[in-house]
């Protein structure tokens, strides 16, 4: 999501029952569209995908043992282009990074940068962010989740496939270690009330702003700032981040 305006993560809702999981109750975190492959972005996908690619068939990931090591964990759902992504992998190489993306040409790109600088503290996923968490991703594995920009569906009617809703946020809370962080972050103003609403009803979290900012706080030093962000701020736009952590 950090390299391009309202991306990918959107949910919308369908006819299943209401104890069935997330993904197959119609409610998915993307909305494809298509895309040209560069040759670089090809060579991600055909070359580096096999070293650092994930998918659903991989079951249930022991993270220890996928990255080798004992480290913190985050996850980012929908990296967009991947450049904020990457930009972390590299600062913080005692970090291990999962990305979930579904488009080709931003996974393709992360991939390429990611085996260019010998990254091996990323991995990836190309599918569906709430299968992911659902069936590949233990309990309490987590040590931040963060969710940049994603597609606000700003008309009402279409409020109901903002992937932000209290399944999604109960479903992270449980993939989040006791102190663990959801930080989201988004441009629209009416999207930030709309999160700040869903989290101080969501159980198990505490708002970890202060008094003179909250809901919000200021963009953290460690979220890097996207092109489409300093576009938005020479414009005079917006940016409101939420930081919660879970503490229960």
């Known amino acids: 999501m950090s390299d391009q305006p309202h991306d990918n993560v959107t949910s919308s809702t369908g006819p299943e029952g209401p104890d069935a999981p997330l993904h197959r109750r119609g409610?998915?975190?993307?909305?494809?569209?298509?895309?040209?492959?560069?040759?670089?972005?090809?060579?991600?996908?055909?070359?580096?995908?096999?070293?650092?690619?994930?998918?659903?068939?991989?079951?249930?990931?022991?993270?220890d043992a996928?990255?080798?090591?004992?480290?913190?964990?985050?996850?980012?759902?929908?990296?967009?282009?991947?450049?904020?992504?990457?930009?972390?992998?590299?600062?913080?190489?005692e970090t291990d990074f999962i990305g979930i993306e579904v488009h080709a040409p931003g996974v393709g790109k992360l991939l390429d940068e990611a085996d260019k600088r010998g990254l091996g503290n990323i991995r990836v996923y190309r599918e569906d962010a709430l299968a992911v968490l659902e069936q590949c991703l233990p309990e309490a594995s987590l040590d931040t989740l963060q969710l940049f920009f994603p597609d606000p569906w700003p008309k009402k009617?279409?409020?109901?496939?903002?992937?932000v809703q209290p399944a999604f946020v109960e479903l992270i809370r449980t993939r989040l270690k006791v102190g663990g962080t959801l930080h989201m972050a988004t441009d629209w103003q009416a999207y930030a009330e709309w999160m700040a609403e869903v989290m101080e009803a969501a159980p198990g979290y505490a708002n970890t702003a202060s008094p003179d900012t909250a809901p919000y706080v200021p963009r953290p030093s460690f979220r890097p700032l996207t092109k489409?962000?300093?576009?938005?701020?020479?414009?005079?736009?917006?940016?409101?981040?939420?930081l919660y952590r879970r503490c229960a």
Request: hydrophobic residues 40%; proline residues 3%; charged residues 30%.
């Open 157 to 163: 009617k279409h409020h109901k496939r903002r992937i």
């Open 66 to 93: 996928l990255f080798g090591r004992q480290a913190p964990r985050v996850l980012e759902i929908g990296f967009g282009m991947g450049a904020s992504l990457i930009e972390q992998a590299e600062s913080h190489p």
């Open 27 to 63: 409610i998915k975190s993307y909305v494809l569209r298509a895309g040209r492959m560069t040759q670089a972005q090809t060579r991600g996908l055909e070359d580096v995908w096999p070293r650092l690619g994930l998918t659903l068939a991989d079951g249930r990931q022991d993270l």
């Open 228 to 242: 489409f962000e300093a576009r938005g701020e020479r414009l005079g736009h917006g940016v409101w981040d939420l």
